[in-house]
């Protein structure tokens, strides 16, 4: 019954910003976890940060700096606001959680012109 729906892509030229939403249809206190990933066509899929129950965040190096994750006052919606963005960050962007049950969105569509 668990469920994610990302909104907030677009495009942006290089160096624009975009704020992504994953609204979860659970308050995320009761979620160990969630992160966002994203997967450019032919490659893999790959974590790009992620932010625990108690507010605790993981970025990945391309993300550190650039991006900042972050929790919504109503508990039910994780943000992902990527700022300075490069043509290398166009991908489909999908939020997810694996605890207490694995659980990922449809995913957005993020597209950097350069």
């Known amino acids: 019954q668990l469920q994610l729906v990302e909104s907030g892509g677009g495009s942006v030229p290089t160096g624009g910003t975009l704020i992504l939403a994953c609204k979860v249809s659970?308050?995320?206190?009761?979620?160990?976890?969630v992160a966002w990933y994203r997967q450019a066509p032919g490659n893999q899929r790959e974590l790009v940060a992620r932010?625990?129950?108690?507010?605790?965040?993981h970025y990945e190096d391309f993300a550190q700096g650039r991006f900042i994750i972050s929790r919504g006052a109503a508990k039910d919606t994780v943000f992902l606001q990527m700022n300075n963005l490069k043509p290398e960050d166009t991908a489909t962007y999908y939020c997810m959680t694996d605890s207490p049950v694995v659980a990922w969105g449809q995913g957005t569509q993020v597209t950097v012109s350069s």
């Open positions: 932010i625990t129950s108690t507010g605790l965040t």
């Open positions: 659970r308050n995320i206190d009761f979620l160990g976890r």
